[in-house]
């Protein structure tokens, strides 16, 4: 009784963490994106940086199975806000909330660019990143 007990709790519990790590904003960099650098995406290499597949067929507009740098840049300026990864409400991303998110600390390094510890908006709109 006691293990069926267990099981029930740890159904419970399952949507809640399911959802927790849907909800977490991911980043990755262009180069990351296009690892074969032929200036597309695949549903492959997206995958591989960690991009669901909802958020592929969102910025695949011409639904024809890759992305393209236009569609890519168009989807970057719709939202490429920092606010998804700055947990804090700072307006600025902390080492922390990169590493969080996926960046590593050679990537952190070298988008903040003023050596602050911290990446601004202004740094990250001049980097080749993007939020999902």
């Known amino acids: 009784m006691k293990h069926i007990n267990y099981l029930f709790i ?56 890759s992305i393209s740098i236009t569609e890519l840049n168009v989807h970057k300026t719709k939202n490429n806000s920092i606010a998804p990864i700055d947990t804090d409400k700072d307006k600025k991303i902390s080492k922390a909330e990169a590493l969080k998110a996926g960046m590593t600390e050679q990537e952190f390094k070298t988008l903040d660019k003023d050596n602050s510890g911290f990446i601004t908006q202004q740094e990250w709109d001049t980097s080749g990143w993007i939020i999902w």
């Open 10 to 65: 740890a159904a419970a519990l399952l949507p809640l963490t399911g959802y927790s790590q849907t909800t977490a904003p991911k980043i990755a960099s262009l180069s990351t994106l296009d690892a074969n650098k032929d200036q597309k995406i695949t549903k492959e290499e997206a995958a591989k940086a960690g991009m669901p597949d909802a958020i592929f067929l969102l910025i695949d507009k011409d639904n024809n199975g």
